[in-house]
């Protein structure tokens, strides 16, 4: 049996070029990853959102999700070193064990 369907929404960016941490700006009423995470969190097929954030802000990111996402949301760490071993051979090491 494969996985459920999944998201990875990648709200790692650093904003420098903003001058400005651009993931915690409020728009109108939310930060702006928020947006992206609320709209992937209304489809009922999706089990499963993957959430890539800066290293040393999974429990900032974890305090900040929205009740819809307690139990869907996955915060995974920007850390490439990270990445780069979960992704040889298509290893779903960092696939949690989710409830049905």
Do not use: Y
Request: proline fraction near 9%; charged fraction near 20%; aromatic fraction near 12%.
């Amino acid at each position: 049996m494969g996985h459920p369907p999944v998201a990875i929404l990648v709200a790692a960016g650093a904003g420098r070029r903003m001058g400005a941490d651009k993931l915690w700006i409020d728009f109108f009423g939310r930060p702006t990853w928020r947006w992206a995470l609320d709209t992937l969190l209304t489809l009922p097929q999706l089990e499963l959102v993957a959430l890539v954030v800066p290293e040393g802000a999974i429990d900032r990111f974890s305090a900040a999700l929205p009740e819809s996402g307690q139990g869907r949301c996955l915060n995974l760490p920007r850390d490439a070193a990270w990445w780069s071993s979960a992704g040889r051979s298509g290893s779903t090491r960092w696939w949690p064990a989710w409830p049905r």
